[in-house]
């Protein structure tokens, strides 16, 4: 089984689930890491570092909400030492395609998947339909 650690800005993360779980129903074994306005960045590498520990680097996805932001730079920090799959810029649909899918993708199908999948889910509706 996958485990799943969303480290991202404000309440993004806990809203994703939120949403994701109106939709699919109840998430297992995911957890949520804020950083908010004023928070420490030092804090935030502790927490990433506290979650991974105690979930285990085994059968891991980190997600971060953009490249580059403190979340992603945290999470990054740590992949030098430890080991496990560290994916930014998630959305919706994606997120909820590895919450259905956790316990039947092997870690190897992730990132093929994620890829291909999230190329589907931005679409340029304009290009899509007409509009008198």
Do not use: W
Not at 31 to 48: A, H, M, Q, R, S
């Amino acid at each position: 089984m996958i485990n799943i650690l969303i480290v991202a800005h404000g309440d993004f993360g806990e809203e994703l689930l939120k949403s994701s779980e109106i939709i699919i129903g109840k998430i297992d074994n995911v957890e949520c890491i804020p950083f908010n306005l004023g928070d420490n960045y030092t804090d935030l590498c502790k927490k990433v570092e506290e979650s991974i520990e105690r979930v285990g680097e085994q059968d891991l996805i980190v997600f971060t909400d953009m490249y580059g932001g403190s979340p992603f730079n945290a999470v990054t920090k740590l992949m030098k030492n430890k080991s496990f799959f560290h994916i930014t810029g998630i959305n919706l649909p994606l997120f909820i395609d590895i919450a259905i899918n956790k316990n039947t993708y092997t870690m190897d199908d992730i990132a093929e998947k994620i890829i291909k999948n999230g190329k589907k889910s931005i679409v340029f509706v304009n290009d899509k339909f007409i509009f008198d």
